[in-house]
């Protein structure tokens, strides 16, 4: 029996031009020729074009081979360098409906060595599958994709060994919004690959755009076997085609398979993986009579009775999970058993992304490095970034050595998953800090660095294990804190300044301290030779006072007791303590009372008892800002007079001397555009400043508050607030003596007072410029991050610049209309800095708010896009002063001004 006994011819296949639906139109259709240089109308009338916009690196190569009668010339780009993923930036304009994305990859032999290349795609944080030229030359891959980022990032990952990445084409089609749906579970979670898409019946070639709209490839049907009929027939215009969302087109529809007998009609379609499968099966009611067949997917029944009925477009959508081949079969119950088209996908998991914190907290990282570490997309996937470890989406660990740091910014303690951080050899200085809320922290390398000081974050680390601090320069004796690390089995602390007797809470088995090359530095006092005993037997003096904890006092006794034995010591100790605990008491009695005797001869700022400041606030009722130096409360004086009412936290509170300091510089500074200091109170381990209260509410407050709360904020007047602060920062810097650095400027620390002046607040951060530090080091960096001056944190030399940068980032802010960081949309645009300034750079305004589209001069736009690019240039002598640029911000509002007397709109 031949094939042709099987075959039933039932009709010819008629094509009828007049029939054929023709899709001129190419909206939202990319395609890029790889490597291409220049852009071509192929025979599908598709439009192709180079590919250079969408890929930083790669190089270009022609092949030229044959296949089958034609020969072809196609262009491919190849990768030949890093290791590290190279990526295609595609960008997908409706979000939230699906595109499909087609890349072919040719090797061909381009580079004359007969070594066809293996390397995998991924999809934005999927790796999809591994690409294998050996096996199959070229390779297409597609996929359907749910968008919801506005940049799809497909990119080629090399393997060991394997050759060269190689890609010839790559494409993205839109579809229709809820295609490729059905009884798909959890989209967005998915995507889908595929794996067939056959036009059944027919077997001349494939079939794509014009005739599909959606530039779908419909293969031939005679590759899969058993072959039983090809048939076509004329869809009728009264075939009612939208009825199936993802619906073939009519050129694919009119053919089919048909079994003349009451038999079965089988495709046996292999897979290549075991895994989840997403299958359609097209009916279309072609013929004069209603067959009826039961569908069997693997021998099971998945529709009993299915009836295609005649002159419809129905379709069946199942999923399969957890198989490796597929078994289609139709068993008849009436008429003959069709089938007119069919789709199979495989379903690929999406790894969730990384925590958009992290992911913006490693992105200011490596922009505060100054080196380009190749971190791009998600950190976790679908690799691990160089010099990262992750658990999933978790981002765990973090090795950053070999490089310049100089400290450990705040960025660092929002990467809440890390359990191993290793940052030896970056010339960290100055103190342990910022680290505090690494909870999950198991390891800590902060080894062969300069570090001086502990600092108070190492005891809350609670999980740390291993903390190693060799080759630092860390200074006095350990604390005592360290003993309650209970998991820390390793201490190095090898080759510092330390001396003194280790705190007894570290001599236990578990644990291994290493403490060789320190001045002298062990359990016991005694085992110290040539060291005087003096400094040792003062230093637990020293620690008792600075206890924060009672228990520690009794730890350290022991420790004196136990190496020096005999209660008249302890007696006498207790008694130099209870004297000097005493003696202190007092002096911070009079020092407070001496300061208040000062301050109530300065007239700028009123002194205020505690007292007098719990009644002012209502007992603290109504918080209305919250920092990291405390809580802000409104208060209303016994004048009616409002205030706010600054109360810092202990951890923030200042060394008495600094405070007063801090008070008697803020009271002298009296200008229009900064937020004067009303008074102070400094009583009883309090310190609190108490000032002007502004009802305008902050700029951050405006610009991104709940809208009912805020005013709308135009383009001129979002000038003049900008000159308003800019003036405030001119004094600052240049009018008050000595000038002072604010080294926090932010729009929430820009008030708007009823008639929506501009004042600048919150000079707890400032930092006065003395004669003696005018190129000033400090060695703890401060500020809020988005606004953080990056030269400042990588050389941690605070100048004027560092305003200047932070006033920059304010003023993109009142450009774009959004925070400086933010965790939607695409990574590249998390950060504002490196989202706008190359917009803003090249005069392009598409990135301006929304609100003011329409409303501003563009010179006046203009010049504050430059004098705004200008200040958060990464290298600090580039940037202007603060003079320069509220010399710029007058002419941008005067320029807006006579726009809009112009436009009449003033
Ligand atoms: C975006 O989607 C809408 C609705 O689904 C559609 O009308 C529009 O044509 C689509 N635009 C593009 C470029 O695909
Ligand atoms: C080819 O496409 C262009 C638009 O891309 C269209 O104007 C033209 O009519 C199409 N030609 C054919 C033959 O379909
Ligand atoms: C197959 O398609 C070619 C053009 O692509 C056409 O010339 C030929 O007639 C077709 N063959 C049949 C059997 O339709
Ligand atoms: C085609 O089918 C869709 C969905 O079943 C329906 O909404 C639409 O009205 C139908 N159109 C015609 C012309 O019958
Ligand atoms: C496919 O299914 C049909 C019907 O269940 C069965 O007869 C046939 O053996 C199956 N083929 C394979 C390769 O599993
Ligand atoms: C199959 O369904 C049709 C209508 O959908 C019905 O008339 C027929 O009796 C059914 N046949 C069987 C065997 O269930
Ligand atoms: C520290 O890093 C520098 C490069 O920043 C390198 O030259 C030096 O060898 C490193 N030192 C150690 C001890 O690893
Ligand atoms: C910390 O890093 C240094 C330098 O690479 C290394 O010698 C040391 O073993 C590391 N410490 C631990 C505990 O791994």
Not at 206 to 224: H, V
Not at 466 to 494: A, F, M, R, Y
Not at 496 to 517: D, K
Request: aromatic share 10%.
């Amino acid at each position: 029996m031949g094939l042709c006994c099987w075959v039933f011819w039932f009709g010819f296949i008629l094509f009828c031009a007049s029939n054929e639906v023709v899709f001129s139109d190419q909206d939202g259709f990319l395609s890029l020729s790889c490597g291409g240089t220049t852009s071509f109308v192929d025979s599908s009338n598709i439009t192709w074009v180079a590919d250079s916009d969408y890929v930083s690196t790669g190089d270009s190569a022609t092949v030229n081979y044959v296949e089958g009668m034609s020969s072809s010339q196609v262009r491919v780009r190849f990768f030949p360098d890093s290791p590290s993923r190279k990526c295609y930036r595609l960008p997908v304009k409706n979000v939230s409906s699906s595109v499909l994305v087609r890349a072919q990859f040719v090797y061909k032999n381009y580079d004359g060595l007969s070594k066809p290349p293996t390397f995998s795609v991924s999809l934005g944080t999927a790796i999809s599958t591994t690409i294998n030229l050996a096996n199959t030359d070229p390779w297409t891959e597609e996929f359907v994709w749910l968008v919801d980022k506005d940049i799809l990032p497909l990119c080629l990952q090399s393997i060991p060994d394997a050759g060269f990445p190689v890609i010839s084409t790559l494409e993205v089609r839109p579809l229709p919004e809820s295609a490729y749906r059905t009884g798909l579970g959890d989209f967005p979670n998915k995507f889908l690959r595929k794996s067939y898409r056959i036009n059944c019946g027919y077997i001349n070639g494939s079939l794509r755009y014009p005739l599909d709209q959606y530039d779908r490839i419909w293969d031939a049907d005679q590759d899969f076997l058993p072959f039983h009929i090809s048939s076509g027939f004329k869809i009728q215009r009264t075939f009612n085609l939208s009825s199936v969302e993802e619906t073939p087109p009519a050129a694919v529809l009119q053919t089919a398979r048909v079994l003349a007998r009451k038999e079965v009609l089988t495709y046996n379609l292999p897979l290549d993986t075991l895994g989840d499968y997403y299958i359609i099966l097209y009916f279309a009611g072609i013929l004069p009579v209603s067959p009826s067949f039961n569908m069997l997917i693997n021998g099971d029944v998945v529709q009993s009775n299915y009836t295609v009925k005649s002159s419809e477009v129905s379709a069946l959508f199942i999923t399969r999970k957890g198989i490796k081949s597929l078994n289609i079969t139709m068993k008849s119950i009436r008429f003959y058993p069709q089938i007119n088209a069919i789709e199979v996908y495989e379903i690929v998991d999406i790894p969730s992304e990384s925590s958009s914190t992290t992911v913006s907290a490693l992105q200011v990282i490596q922009q505060s490095t100054g080196l380009d570490l190749g971190w791009q997309d998600d950190p976790c996937s679908p690799t691990p970034w160089d010099h990262i470890g992750c658990e999933g989406n978790f981002v765990t660990s973090l090795e950053l050595s070999d490089i310049t740091l100089r400290s450990i910014s705040p960025t660092f303690g929002d990467l809440l998953d890390l359990k191993k951080l290793d940052l030896h050899n970056t010339s960290l200085a100055g103190e342990i800090q910022n680290l505090g809320s690494l909870q999950r922290l198991e390891k800590l390398n902060l080894s062969f660095n300069q570090l001086t000081s502990f600092g108070f974050d190492l005891e809350d680390l609670i999980s740390l294990q291993t903390l190693d601090l060799q080759n630092n320069s860390l200074q006095g004796i350990v604390p005592d804190s360290l003993g309650e690390l209970k998991e820390l089995h390793l201490l190095n602390l090898e080759n510092n300044n330390l001396q003194g007797t280790l705190p007894e809470s570290l001599n236990r088995e578990s644990l291994e301290v290493r403490t060789s090359g320190n001045l002298c530095l062990s359990f016991s006092l005694l085992t110290c030779n040539g060291v005087s005993n003096n400094p040792s037997i003062e230093a637990p003096q020293v620690t008792i006072f600075t206890r924060k904890k009672k228990h520690d006092v009794h730890n350290h006794l022991a420790i004196i007791l136990g190496a020096f034995g005999g209660a008249l010591l302890a007696l006498f100790i207790i008694s130099v303590s209870v004297f000097l605990y005493t003696r202190r008491k007092k002096t911070e009695a009079t020092y407070t009372a001496r300061a208040e005797t000062e301050m109530r001869n300065w007239n700028a700022a009123k002194f205020f008892s505690y007292k007098e400041i719990k009644a002012a606030t209502n007992n603290f009722k109504e918080v209305i800002g919250r920092g990291s130096f405390g809580s802000v409360y409104l208060g209303k004086l016994p004048d009616g007079k409002l205030v706010a009412v600054k109360v810092r936290f202990d951890k923030s509170q200042l060394g008495a001397d600094s405070f007063i300091n801090e008070v008697s510089l803020l009271s002298q500074i009296c200008h229009q555009n900064l937020v004067s200091l009303e008074g102070f109170c400094h009583e009883s381990k309090q310190q609190i400043l108490v000032y002007e209260y502004l009802p305008g509410r902050s700029l951050a407050d405006n610009l991104y508050g709940a809208s009912s709360k805020r005013v709308t904020l135009s383009w001129v007047r979002r000038l003049k607030i900008a000159v308003d602060a800019a003036k405030g920062l001119d004094y600052l810097h240049n009018g008050s003596d000595p000038r002072i650095i604010h080294r926090d400027v932010k729009s929430s620390n820009i008030l708007m007072d009823i008639e929506m002046n501009a004042k600048v607040c919150d000079f707890g951060l400032s930092k006065q410029v003395t004669q003696a530090d005018a190129t000033h080091v400090t060695t703890v960096v401060k500020g809020t991050a988005g606004y953080l001056d990056p030269e400042y944190y990588t050389t941690q030399q605070l100048t004027e610049k560092s305003d200047v940068y932070s006033f920059g980032v304010v003023l993109l802010e009142l450009i774009c209309g959004r925070e400086p960081l933010r965790h939607t949309g695409t990574p590249d645009s998390f950060n504002l800095v490196l989202w706008a300034k190359p917009y803003l750079q090249a005069g392009v305004f598409e990135i301006v708010d929304e609100n003011l589209k329409g409303t501003f001069d563009a010179e006046s736009m203009r010049k504050t896009a430059f004098i705004a690019s200008r200040s958060v240039e990464r290298d600090a002598s580039r940037r202007p002063t603060i003079a320069e640029v509220l010399g710029e911000l007058k002419e941008a509002y005067n320029i807006q001004l006579s726009y809009l007397a112009s436009t009449g709109d003033i």
